[in-house]
Structure formats: C-alpha cells, structure tokens
C-alpha cells in the first residue's frame, strides 16, 4: 500500500525507505515518478519522527535515465518554457540526510538522482554512466556538474563523451560512492547507515550536511567561516547540553531536536 503511484514507502523506525517502482521501465524517472518524489520528500523533511531516508531501485536498476520516451516529442521551446529538469531542484532541497542505495543501473538521470543523495552505498552490481551522448543530447540534471565534482575532470569527461558505464569498484576507486556491498546486503547495509544517522542528535545532522555540502559552494577561507559560525550556532542548542553532558556521565545522548 503506498500513496504514490511509482514509489513504494517503508518506515523502518526514524528511517524512511523510498523504493522507485516503476520495473517495466527500469524505473525510468517521468514526470509522475518526479511529481512523487517532490512529495515524498517533502513528506520526509517535514516529520520529525524520521531522521533519515534511504532512495533505492531494484536489483537490475536503481533508475535507467530520464524518461526517454516522454522525452521523445519535446523539443527546445517546451523545455525551454518549462524549465524542464528544474523541479529536481525541490529534491535537492531536502534539508535532513537522505542516502542513494543502488544495485544495477543507474544511467543518466539515475546517475544524477543517486548524485543528489547525501551520499551513494553501491551494490557490486552497480553501474555509473552518462548515456545521453549516445541519444545526441548531454546530461540535464547536474550530471556534468556533480559528476565532475565527484570524479574529477578526466573521468567525468570520458564518461559522458563516451557514454562508458563505470562498475562498482572503478566508482568506489573514484570516490564516486562512499562503499560498496555485496548486492544481497545492500537495503539491510543502507538502513544500518541510515539508523545510525537517525540516532544522532537531529539538528547536528542538518548541520554536518549544511557544511559539508557549502564545501562546494564556497571558497575554503569562506567554507570554514560557515562551519564555525554553524558550529557555534549548535553550541546554543540543548541537544549541545545533552550530549556533552551525557558523554561525561558515560551514557548515550537522548536528544529532543531542540
Ligand atoms: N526511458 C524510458 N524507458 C526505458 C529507459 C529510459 N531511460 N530505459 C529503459 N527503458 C525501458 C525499455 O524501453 C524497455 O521497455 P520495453 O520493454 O517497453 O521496450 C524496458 O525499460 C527494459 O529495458 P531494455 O529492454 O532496454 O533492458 P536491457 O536490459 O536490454 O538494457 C539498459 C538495459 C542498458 C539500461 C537499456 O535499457 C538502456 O540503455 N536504457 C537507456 C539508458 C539511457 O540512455 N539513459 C539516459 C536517458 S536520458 C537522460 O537521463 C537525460 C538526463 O540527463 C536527465
């Protein structure tokens, strides 16, 4: 039973599991799964009893691009009149940590949603590419861009000139996903991740993120003057109180999100 028409939700405890369900497209993201995900995200980032998400596909696909034959009648002005791509924005807005695990495909848009994530666990059986060349078009959801980011120049170039899909080592190698596991391991690994991240202290996690991600934002000198003053701001809170407080009593943190 889900509320949404591509997506299949789990509450595992604070961790929210968000399955692209769309197998006779190997989940290829339309504007349904897109309209979906907006929601189910946003539905995420407003409860303050689930502190993390994880996005996953199936076995054979996390998500095998954007929709290619939705794609197919637009042409310049349509995309240029809607913004096309743009709503993914709304995905990136999320404020509390979320995780890409992804098994099989994850191929242009698929590569750029997993890219979105916090961070990417890969199953051995993931496969990284930027396809679009090959249907005479380029990456529209910020593959060139976190790619790039990720990998660095001479990859990310190779990949999206030649369309070449990079496996599961190759990407751990290139710092593409933070690790990899076996393929039959990967949703229990994922939400391991993900409920260790939920058991922190809340408003610390918005901030790791926050800071983290300025990193790619800003300039260093600028990038650390963020971090301090966030670090400072945390000081104020009375989750700071509680978990200094709860290490020198020699006990776990219970933290209240304030
Ligand atoms: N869009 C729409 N449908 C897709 C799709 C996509 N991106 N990828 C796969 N499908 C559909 C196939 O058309 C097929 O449907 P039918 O059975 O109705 O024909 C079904 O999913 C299964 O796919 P295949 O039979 O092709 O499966 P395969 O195992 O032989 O091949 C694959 C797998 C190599 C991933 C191959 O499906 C493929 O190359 N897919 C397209 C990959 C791609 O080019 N992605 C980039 C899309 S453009 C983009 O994402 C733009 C952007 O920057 C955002």
Redesign the pocket.
């Known amino acids: 039973m889900s509320d949404y028409e591509t997506l299949l939700i789990e509450r595992h405890d604070a961790v929210t599991l968000v399955r692209l369900n769309r197998p006779?497209?190997?989940n290829?993201?339309?504007a349904q799964v897109l309209t979906d995900l907006i929601a189910a995200f946003a539905a995420y980032d407003a409860d303050p009893e689930q502190r993390c998400l994880v996005l996953t596909g199936s076995e054979?696909?996390f998500?095998?691009?954007?929709?290619?034959?939705?794609?197919q009648p637009n042409g310049f002005s349509h995309n240029y009149a809607t913004n096309f791509?743009a709503g993914w924005e709304q995905v990136t807005a999320t404020r509390k940590p979320w995780i890409a695990a992804v098994a099989g495909?994850a191929?242009?848009?698929?590569c750029?949603l997993a890219m979105m994530a916090d961070f990417i666990l890969a199953a051995d059986t993931a496969k990284f590419?930027?396809?679009?060349i090959?249907?005479g078009?380029?990456?529209?959801?910020g593959?060139s861009q976190r790619l790039t980011r990720a990998v660095g120049k001479a990859k990310a170039m190779e990949m999206c000139l030649t369309?070449r899909m990079m496996g599961a080592d190759e990407a751990e190698r290139a710092s593409l996903v933070a690790r990899i596991v076996p393929a039959a391991d990967l949703i229990e690994e994922a939400l391991k991740s993900a409920a260790a991240i939920a058991a922190m202290a809340p408003l610390a996690a918005i901030a790791n993120k926050e800071m983290v991600n300025a990193a790619f934002e800003t300039g260093l000198a600028m990038g650390i003057v963020f971090e301090r003053r966030l670090f400072a701001g945390l000081t104020a809170t009375e989750d700071k109180t509680e978990g200094m407080t709860a290490f020198v009593e020699k006990r776990p943190g219970v933290w209240s999100g304030r």
């Not at 590419?129 to 679009?132: D, H, I, S, V, W």
């Not at 078009?137 to 959801?141: I, K, N, Q, S, T």
């Open positions: 006779q497209a190997l290829a993201l339309n054979k696909a998500a095998a691009g954007a929709d290619i034959k939705e794609m791509f495909f191929l242009g848009g698929g750029e590419g930027q396809p679009e090959k249907l078009v380029a990456p529209g959801m593959g369309g």
